[in-house]
């Protein structure tokens, strides 16, 4: 029997019995969707934590008071003090590597303009922030080293504040008053939508840090620092020169644990990269069940089906059918179902991994290797499951088949 | 087959062929040493009491069914000896099975299950139909070509079987109880179609029936007792 035949006899078998050949395929559906799913949650999530490092900025380090040991660091819960003014001075002229550094300080604060406020978190920088988040401004100018000298009462704002609060009218050269601070608007930030998470991150203000912590804070401490490398194979070498000027600025002592630590937004990469793996690994367990599963349903059902058609094999071995035409025509069987199944569970595994991906908002990523891989897995086990049936059936003594009831 | 016949040898030829079914208690001898040769072209009925071994001599002259002890020749080759495909391909085009309970492939049309045998002769599509069709008409069943076996009455039903049996025009076609399942005048139409073939075709026919008007029709009558031959009488009843 030629293949189109023999497969054309397969689908024409399959048909007769929709529902049961429907449900026998579930299973098959079910791993492969997971095994695509899988595939694209992977790589979607690797492609959303590279975008979201790459939009904090290039070659970022980020320092904060506390061990890296120790819980999740912070001043709080070890007890490590906060940076100074000095520490900072220290890293522009102690660590060659490190191009710009700048504190971060930020509190949620409420912002005055005419009638209007609203709560917007407000931030004491210096200059080199926005440089290294490669932010500029759309209007008017970022915040300057004659600013933070005078500690001048000015402000960078976001996107949002100019809508919130000047009803979209530009907001620069406009008075605020931010915790009862006025406060000039020198420029206008660039817009950035919202975040991978649905945060507006153009609800900003940035200050001059010394305007920051005179006239808000109270205090020059600094609960964090950033810092940009000055070229990304310098980031190495930039994080070992902060800590060798912390460590001397702060007293560690030789073999002592560092009581601060500098991160590198690369090492959250591989964190999140490890929970990705683990997902992908679950997933993966869902899909090789289902596929187990599926594969002894498709055996399950093709065993009743020799069985029921017993009659159908004696009159096609009368007629002349070989044992082996009797054995392709339900391996064939199996196999049109199972990858039937594969289409199914492929079309319905892009489907979910599109609501996947916009579920927990990261970026869908068509998983084109997958398909071929998860259509030949279908089509294996078709085969795997197949062959005991089928083999069952091309056994079969032809004058016993033609009297079976 | 591939080497030609043997000088001498019969189409076919049982040489004290026994066929037990079961062990124990439950062993049945259904035939015991049983002697038989057939001829090209011989019209043989085969008579006797239910239970006497007569469809299980047509199943083992059929390839359907081996002997438990004895020898099976078709023109002198023992068919012990051959593999299970070529048993398949002499079911396939030396010999064609017409049954009492028809044995059509149910929700497929008379043209297909015609066709069926020219599938595993490896006969392409075109001319599957084409040869399917032309025995259809030989049967009397021209324009019937769609009908599925439920829509056929058991006369029409036993044509296809015919036509389905005539289709990769078989040597010997080996009949059990053809007419068995039929009213007496579908039942003479059916034995007259038969008998034609034997008599314009040439084709070997071996045919199992209760009937003695059934068995009238043959030119050589076996009777069968008890898994033995009782009689074997050649000419006119
Ligand atoms: N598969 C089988 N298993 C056990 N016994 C069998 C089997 N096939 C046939 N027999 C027994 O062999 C004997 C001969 O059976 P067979 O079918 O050849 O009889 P028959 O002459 O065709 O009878 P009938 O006229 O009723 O069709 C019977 O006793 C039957 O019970
Ligand atoms: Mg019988």
Known sequence: MNPRATISLALAALLRNRMRSALTMLGVVIGVAAVLMMESLGKGATAYIEATIAGMGSNILMVVPGSA????????????????????????????????????????????????????????????????????????????????????????????????????????????RIHDVSCRVVGVLESKGASAFGMDQDDVIFMPFSTFSRRITGTDRIGLMMAAARSADRIDDAKAQITNVLRQRRHVLAGEEDDFSVRDPREVQAVLGQVTGMLTTFLLGVAGISLLVGGIGIMNIMLVSVTERTREIGIRLAVGARSADILSQFLVEAVVLSALGGMVGIGLGLLASVGLARAIQVPFVVPGGAVPIAFGVSVLVGVVFGVFPARKAARLNPLAALRFE | MGSPALPESPLLELRKVSRVFGEGPALVKALEEVDLSVAPSEFVAITGASGSGKSTAVSILGCLDVPTSGEYLIEGHPVQTLHGDVLAALRNAKFGFIFQSYNLLPRTSALDNVALPLIYAGVDLAERQARAASALEAVGLAGREDARPNQLSGGQQQRVAIARALVNEPEVILADEPTGNLDSKTSDEIMQLISSLNERRGITVIMVTHDPKCAAWAKRRVVFRDGHIASDTKGAA
Request: hydrophobic content about 35%; glycine content about 14%; aromatic content about 4%.
């Open chain 1, 69 to 176: 040991h120790g819980r999740t660091g912070g001043p709080s819960s070890s007890g490590a003090p906060l940076f100074g003014p000095a520490d900072l001075e220290a890293l522009r002229r102690g660590a060659r590597d490190v191009g710009l550094v700048s504190p971060v300080s930020q509190r949620p604060l409420r912002t005055v303009a005419g009638g209007l406020n609203r709560s917007t978190p407000v931030s004491g920088v210096s200059p080199d922030f926005l440089l290294i988040r490669g932010w500029s401004v759309v209007q008017g100018r970022t915040l300057s080293a004659d600013d933070e000298r005078q500690a001048a009462q000015v402000c960078v704002v976001g996107h949002t504040i100019e809508t919130a609060l000047f009803s979209g009218s530009t907001a620069l050269g406009k008075e605020l």
